[in-house]
């Protein structure tokens, strides 16, 4: 079964900082990985996902992240948060080509914002 | 249809009761999933259906968990009997069935369980 890691589960930064999230997973085939963000109040949504493809992944909100194969990596990057980016970020890895659609989940990290 | 809903969003129960949660997934959303949350951790896949079959199911699912999906469109997650260790937030997602790899799961809002 997959599982995924992600450390420094409480990250205070300032607007305009950088961010860089780690995201670790074990699993030796082919998965499919994603980053969800839960925003105060609100549930999970999507920030951004890899397939296949360009390893590098742009999605909503100037988030992007980079699928490292050799190291089983997809650690989530922005180059300058805001305080509206102030929220829980997860890390979720699941293997559809082995009939696994399960998401395995990391811990998340909770991010706050300082303005 | 603006996406996953569930109902109640909150629930608080005294231990030994039985409650039942309802997940209207995105309509033409072939899959259906139930997920566990607890405080500080991700959540935790307890099962998975596509259309009314249920295909998958976690060790975590012990037998006082039920879930049914009947005609292939809402689901409802009983437990029963339900102990201060149930004490949790049950999430629901859908995803459409697709004849490829990439299958997105869109989350509803949660119903928070509270056992006394």
């Known amino acids: 079964a997959q599982s995924v890691s992600q450390h420094n589960h409480h990250v205070i930064l300032s607007e305009a900082a950088s961010l860089e999230l780690g995201c670790n997973y074990s699993?030796?085939?082919?998965?499919?990985l994603f980053w969800y963000v839960q925003y105060p109040g609100q549930h999970l949504q999507l920030l951004l996902k890899?397939?296949?493809?360009?390893?590098l992944v742009k999605g909503i909100k100037g988030f992007e992240a980079e699928f490292i194969k050799s190291k089983f990596s997809f650690n989530l990057r922005k180059p300058s948060v805001q305080w509206s980016d102030t929220a829980e970020y997860f890390c979720a890895v699941n293997a559809p080509f082995r009939g696994n659609n399960r998401l395995a989940f990391g811990k998340g990290n909770q991010v706050v914002v300082i303005p | 249809d603006t996406g996953v809903s569930q109902d109640p969003r909150h629930k608080i129960t005294k231990r030994g009761q039985n409650v039942t949660f309802r997940c209207d997934p995105i309509?033409?959303?072939?899959?259906l999933y139930w997920y566990r949350q607890t405080l500080g951790q991700g959540p935790e896949f307890l099962t998975y259906?596509?259309?009314?079959?249920?295909?998958?199911k976690s060790r975590l699912l012990s037998d006082r968990f039920s879930a049914e999906r009947p005609k292939g469109s809402f689901s409802t997650l009983e437990i029963q009997r339900t102990e201060q260790g149930d004490s949790a937030m049950y999430l629901c997602a859908s995803s459409p069935q697709s004849s490829g790899s990439d299958d997105e799961q869109f989350f509803g809002p949660g119903t928070r369980l509270t056992v006394l």
């Open positions: 259906f596509q259309n009314e079959a249920q295909l998958e």
């Open positions: 890899y397939f296949s493809g360009d390893p």
């Open positions: 699993y030796g085939g082919t998965v499919n």
């Open positions: 309509s033409e959303h072939n899959r």
